[in-house]
């Protein structure tokens, strides 16, 4: 098991355990897991953002510690918060990677998520000019989060 995984896997049963509120110290955390702090800001940019619905708060210094909060959203509020967050533009990989997350965390079935992802995949999108792929990309994500919330 990759390191990400196991800093990731210890921050959610942390999260289980004290009904979805951890607080943590990066440097003691990373001694305790054996690995470096910026793996854990890694771990927590990546893997525990607002888009899958986690909320993480820092406070520096001497007694500083990182807060991450489980946000308790509606599907249809989550799916509004991803439609809010895409922005303009949309490339594949970011896609592919928010599709994943949001059929990982109960937010699409499987099969909306695959129809989204080979809706908006690279090959689907052959045609439209590269300049504006993207945008057309994010669009079409919108639109079709949008359907999926009834």
């Known amino acids: 098991m990759r390191i990400s995984d196991s800093v990731a896997n210890y921050i959610l049963e942390l999260l289980n355990q ?10 003691e955390l990373a001694g305790f897991l054996g690995c470096v702090p910026s793996q854990i800001n890694y771990v927590l940019t990546s893997r525990f953002t607002p888009e899958q619905g986690y909320l993480v708060e820092s406070r520096r210094g001497g007694g500083g510690y990182i807060r991450i909060t489980r946000l308790k959203l509606s599907r249809a ?41 080979a809706g908006t995949s690279e090959k ?15 669009m079409i994500v919108k639109n079709m989060l949008l359907a999926t919330r009834t």
């Open 18 to 27: 004290a009904g979805g509120i951890a607080e943590i110290q990066r440097n």
């Open 77 to 117: 509020d989550m799916i509004m918060h991803m439609v809010n967050g895409v922005g303009e533009a949309l490339d594949e990989a970011t896609a592919r990677v928010m599709l994943k997350n949001m059929v990982e965390s109960g937010v699409l079935d499987l099969r909306s998520g695959a129809l989204i992802q």
């Open 124 to 138: 689907a999108l052959g045609a439209v000019p590269k300049e504006v792929r993207d945008e057309v990309r994010a």
